[in-house]
């Protein structure tokens, strides 16, 4: 039996629809990503999911048991799933140590060790308006964590982090369902956050669930444009110009990601011309026209300028 059963639920405001009959299951320790633009409704999904929105059809099952809404109790919300929002808040003028323990269920040892594997053990003793954006957010996750929830879902974790600070929070979340064996969800609309961290990913657009599946399954076969856009650049080739690299499209337009393609200075390969060079850290990224079609390619190499007139291959 699967640890969360998400059944046809849906989400009408004032006659608008939210969130359109969306079902999927999750196992334990699976991590879940659920993928959209702005206003996708991924919120709202997160909410009914951990019972601070009623929804107007379908059902939640967790462990089993149905997920009642905010209109059946007093106070919304599951006692065992941590929900940590994207706007979080901590009480000002409060030592850290002094807002974990009074949540705390945990013995010392093993408080002890959760607040190593957050990255906060070091912040105890400080008050809360001396810390920075990413340490009040581990604070706020190891608040949670200390209740001890059966499933943790954070909403945009990531969305107001600097580099450094997001490196720490994916350490902390692999720790957090490789350590102390809690199962994950998150939202995120940044395929850097998604597909290097998801077992399986959802993609839902105003409120409709487009696809879900494995990273690799939504990254090389999108269903469609949109989820093809969340993981990153592609190229639609048109049936003409798909022909030129020897592929039969039946017709149709086909997609393929800007590493699918190579670039020579001589040899075989359908002729180009390279209008624009940028570069990306681990890789350069060329646009490459081809009579009227541009494409996007990836190399590691830096040999290549404006204007070079060059040979494109497909693998």
């Known amino acids: 039996m699967a640890l969360l059963e998400v059944k046809h639920i849906s989400k009408r405001v004032d006659g608008n629809i939210i969130i359109d009959d969306i079902s999927f299951e999750q196992q334990a320790l699976q991590k879940i990503a659920i993928a959209g633009e702005s206003g996708a409704g991924k919120t709202t999904l997160l909410k009914m999911i951990t019972g601070h929105i009623q929804p107007t059809g ?10 009642a809404g905010p209109e059946e109790k007093l106070m919304p919300g599951h006692k065992r799933m941590g929900y940590l929002s994207q706007h979080y808040e901590l009480l000002n003028h409060y030592r850290v140590e002094e807002l974990i323990w009074f949540e705390n269920h945990l013995d010392e040892a093993e408080a002890k060790q959760l607040f190593k594997i957050c990255r906060v053990d070091h912040l105890l003793h400080r008050k809360t308006n001396y810390l920075s954006g990413g340490e009040k957010q581990r604070i706020a996750l190891c608040m949670l964590l200390v209740k001890q929830p059966g499933l943790l879902v954070l909403d ?6 600097d580099p450094v600070h997001t490196s720490t929070l994916k350490d902390v979340l692999d720790d957090i369902t490789g350590r102390l064996k809690i199962t994950c969800m998150l939202t995120s609309h940044d ?32 269903v469609n444009e949109y989820v093809a856009g969340m993981f990153g650049k592609y190229n639609l080739l048109k049936p003409a110009t798909a022909a030129l690299f020897g592929i039969d499209t039946r017709g149709n337009t086909v997609m393929t990601r800007p590493e699918n393609f190579r670039i020579y200075k001589t040899g075989s390969g359908v002729k180009g011309i390279i209008n624009k060079v940028s570069f990306w850290g681990s890789f350069y990224e ?30």
């Open 156 to 161: 945009e974790p990531f969305s107001n982090l």
């Open 58 to 67: 379908g059902s939640i099952l967790f462990d089993g048991e149905r997920v």
């Open 191 to 222: 395929p850097h956050d998604t597909l290097s961290w998801a077992d399986m990913i959802l993609v839902i657009k105003q409120g409709k669930l487009l696809q879900q599946g494995s990273p690799q399954e939504l990254y090389h076969r999108p």
């Open 286 to 315: 060329m646009e490459v026209w081809i009579d009227d079609t541009k494409l996007t390619v990836r190399s590691d190499s830096g040999e290549w300028r404006n204007g070079d007139k060059v040979f494109v291959g497909i693998s």
